[in-house]
Each structure stands twice: as structure tokens, then as C-alpha cells.
């Protein structure tokens, strides 16, 4: 399963998802290159020509690029103002990136389940499968479901210390991010029949 790009998302979002970004477990680096761009972004214009089907994940869009750039404080101003399972799921990626892991569950906790997460669990599983067994892997394998409560509690665990566990979350994380966009964008467009 790829999880990354399936498809041409138009300008501005093509410009913004030229360079492959690993996403960090933390908070990252700010891509200041793509600050103005990023600036210029709002629900009306992130899907160039494209008419929005559903503004509140032309809004998602944004809040995503931000984090994808390693925006965080950006991104939070934006998802905290979308009232849906997807906005918490976003604002949940934030505050687990800032390290406030509380906080990051308080809003998968508002998140519910989501229409990725059997999507997000296929890839972690698939992650996992690559792996020597270990404390993580074993774990994950053992989830029928996706569990962001779970993967909140291993990235705690595993920042900073540049283990195995560590680069899987590093993986699944990016996995994640792919995943929830193309989602997001799906429904956006009008592509994916959901408001979620």
C-alpha cells in the first residue's frame, strides 16, 4: 500500500508537496522557504481552480500543509477553528509533534472513529511485518484496530532516543500524515462522498 502521493493535487498544493519531507516525531524545523506560500493559503484558494465541496476540509487542507512544513503553532491556529473529526484529528497530530501528549489524546478523544483508521492500521501493520519483533511491533501487531491513544503513548516513549521504535513511529507517522491528507483532499474535492 503507498501511502504517499496517488495523485496530482493542482497547484498551490503540487508547489507545497514538491519536496519530500520526513515528518518529524517532534516538532521539526519550520521549512521557511515556504513561508509566503504558505501565508497565501486559505480554504477558498488551496485548491487552485478547484471549487471546494466541502469548506471545512478546504480548511483541513491548510492546517495540514502547515504541519507538513513543520508549522505547528500555524497549523494549531487553523485546526483548532474546525469543529469536525478530522480538525481534532489534525489538532491531536499537533499537540503529540509539541509533545503534549495529553492533550494530543484529549482530542482523539473528539476525533471518535475516523474513516482513515483502517486505512492508517493496514500501514502500520504493513510497517510492522518489515520489522525484527520487538516491544512496539509486537504490540501494534496485536491492534485489530487502529489505536491513536496507542501511538501516542509509543512516540512518548520512543522521541529522542534513536531506537527502532523510534524510526517505526517516524514511519507510521509519515504514513499517517499521507493517508489523513489524501483523505482530506478526497473530500475537499468532492471525490469522497464524506463530511467527516
Request: charge should be negative; include cysteine; hydrophobic fraction near 35%.
Amino acid at each position: 500500500m503507498s501511502t504517499e502521493r496517488r495523485e496530482q493535487y493542482g497547484a498551490p498544493i503540487d508547489e507545497l508537496l514538491r519536496e519530500a519531507r520526513p515528518i518529524s516525531l517532534g516538532a521539526g524545523t519550520p521549512n521557511i522557504a515556504v513561508e509566503d506560500q504558505l501565508r497565501g493559503l486559505t480554504p477558498q484558494n488551496v485548491l487552485g481552480g478547484m471549487a471546494a465541496h466541502d469548506r471545512s476540509m478546504a480548511s483541513c487542507l491548510v492546517s495540514a500543509l502547515w504541519l507538513y512544513h513543520d508549522f505547528l503553532n500555524e497549523s494549531h491556529t487553523v485546526s483548532q477553528s474546525i469543529e469536525t473529526s478530522t480538525g481534532s484529528f489534525l489538532h491531536g497530530i499537533m499537540h503529540r509533534r509539541e509533545g503534549d501528549f495529553g492533550n494530543a489524546k484529549y482530542w482523539y478523544r473528539r476525533v471518535g472513529q475516523h474513516p482513515v483508521f483502517a486505512s492508517l492500521q493496514e500501514a502500520s501493520l504493513e510497517i510492522c511485518a518489515r520489522e525484527k519483533p520487538g516491544k512496539i511491533t509486537s504490540y501494534l501487531l496485536k491492534q485489530s484496530d487502529w489505536d491513536p491513544f496507542l501511538f501516542v503513548d509509543a512516540v512518548e516513549q520512543s522521541i529522542g532516543r534513536g531506537t527502532s521504535c523510534e524510526r517505526i513511529c517516524k514511519e507510521i507517522q509519515q504514513a499517517e500524515w499521507w493517508i489523513l491528507f489524501n483523505h482530506i483532499f478526497a473530500s475537499a474535492t468532492g471525490s469522497l462522498n464524506t463530511t467527516n
